[in-house]
């Protein structure tokens, strides 16, 4: 199957739903993530990147999200509220390679269903279309990035020294990670029954007296 670039559009899962991030959407996503607390593990270039305002922001996320060659998703809860976003991006078609990244969510969801489905669905798009590697990296100093991207089941790879310039000039080590379309179905029931879990917790939680 040749790789191809997926159409962007809605996604709908379990708990969220995926739509493309446009530039009218900047202020919900503001106000979803543009707190210190996301940008300190290394997000958006690290501490420095971080920007108080909607101006500072809109500048920055014209220029970081490269929405005309990346698939950028805005991710809202069942509720409608936006929580975070998350991209399918750096296609290569002739490799069958494509980098799944740029990822932030508001801190009240860290550790819910949204990481894990969004990179369910986002991982379903790749190879659902032909690409047969997704890169997957953070910071080498990120923990807890880090300790996210291999409990998706992602594999290391190992450590690109001095590959990105952050915020504030220093130069980042990034933790490379990767999902060949062959690990692929093991990846993908790993994340279906850490979101059944979830589902089984909350419907417990529902029915308890």
Known sequence: MVAVRPQPRVIDGRFIRLEPLTRQLYPELFAAISTPEVFAGGYGGGPAGYRPTLDGFTEFADSYYALDRNNVYAVRLVDGRLVGTSTLGDFDEVRESAHLGWTAWAP????????????????????????????????????????AITKLGAQFEGIVRRDQVRADGTWRDAAVYSILNDEWPDVRRGLIARLDAIEASATKGRLAP
Do not use: M, Y
């Not at 949204?114 to 990296?137: T, Y």
């Open 108 to 147: 009240d969801v860290w550790g819910t269903a949204v990481n894990p489905e969004a990179k369910l669905l986002i991982l379903s798009e790749a190879f659902d279309n032909g690409f047969g590697r997704v890169k997957l990296q953070a910071d080498a100093l990120n923990t807890r990035s880090r300790g």
